[in-house]
């Protein structure tokens, strides 16, 4: 499985991105998805997963809930994250990830595939 991960940027505080993550190699419907990030100097940090199929099970970071959405597009193998309202300390490198089918974590090291990762900076 190969992920790429797309759409990050500057924005100014208080915008809006849409982050993608392409899965191929495979189809990852039934895989759990999960959004990470990692700023400069710390450690990669959970932001959001999505359970495979129907994405009945969703969990989010409490420092982005109500403001991050992660969805996902089985037909288009590809997962998303509409980001709203952002902050300063949402500046990282965005990765998405992907675990085999079973409960849905928020451990890193629990994720079989990684993509490249996609720069969010936000300017105050």
């Known amino acids: 499985v190969q992920l790429q991960a797309s759409g990050g940027g500057l924005v100014q505080a208080g915008g809006s991105l849409i982050l993608s993550c392409a899965a191929s190699g495979r189809t990852v419907s039934n895989y759990n998805m999960g959004w990470f990030r990692q700023a400069p100097g710390k450690e990669r940090e959970f932001v959001a997963v999505?359970?495979?199929?129907?994405?009945?099970?969703?969990k989010y970071a409490d420092s982005v809930k109500g403001r991050f959405t992660i969805s996902r597009d089985n037909a288009k193998n590809t997962v998303y994250l509409q980001m709203n309202n952002l902050k300063p300390e949402d500046t990282a490198v965005y990765y998405c990830?992907?675990?085999?089918?079973?409960?849905?974590?928020?451990?890193?090291?629990?994720?079989?595939?990684w993509g490249q990762g996609t720069l969010v900076t936000v300017s105050s």
């Open positions: 990830a992907a675990d085999l089918p079973g409960g849905v974590t928020t451990i890193p090291r629990f994720y079989d595939y």
């Open positions: 999505i359970s495979g199929n129907d994405g009945s099970t969703i």
